[in-house]
């Protein structure tokens, strides 16, 4: 979380690598790399002494950031950051991304009206 915005960091070890789903219109390459820089090893430390060193070491995977929709709103990257991690399977979005945006709207009015 930068500043009241989320983001998503999926560790994709079918194909080794943190997949960054962001949906900020803005670029964030510099933010992401600095802060993977920062919590990457320490997460995989995490994850070595959770799972007795079983699982594969991810420190050296690649971070692409993943061609997403972007938020139109700055309230909304929450929702997107729900969305997309309910949504990613990995490889792409296993429910048009673009539909999420509606799927938002839709939530919104449940939470207001119901």
């Given amino acids: 979380?930068?500043?009241g915005h989320y983001s998503i960091y999926c560790i994709n070890f079918?194909?080794?690598?943190i997949d960054v789903l962001d949906s900020s219109p803005e670029d964030h390459k510099v933010y992401h790399q600095v802060l993977g820089d920062r919590i990457i090893h320490?997460?995989?430390?995490?994850f070595q002494l959770a799972t007795n060193s079983t699982i594969k070491q991810f420190t050296r995977f690649k971070r692409p950031i993943i061609d997403?929709?972007?938020?139109t709103?700055?309230?909304?990257?929450g929702f997107f950051a729900l969305k997309f991690m309910e949504l990613w399977n990995g490889e792409c979005f296993h429910f048009p991304i673009l539909a999420v945006r509606l799927i938002i709207l839709h939530q919104i009015h449940h939470l207001l009206f119901f």
């Fill in 1 to 3: 979380m930068e500043e």
């Fill in 14 to 17: 079918i194909h080794d690598r």
């Fill in 42 to 46: 320490r997460l995989n430390l995490l």
């Fill in 68 to 71: 997403v929709c972007s938020q």
């Fill in 73 to 77: 709103r700055a309230i909304d990257c």
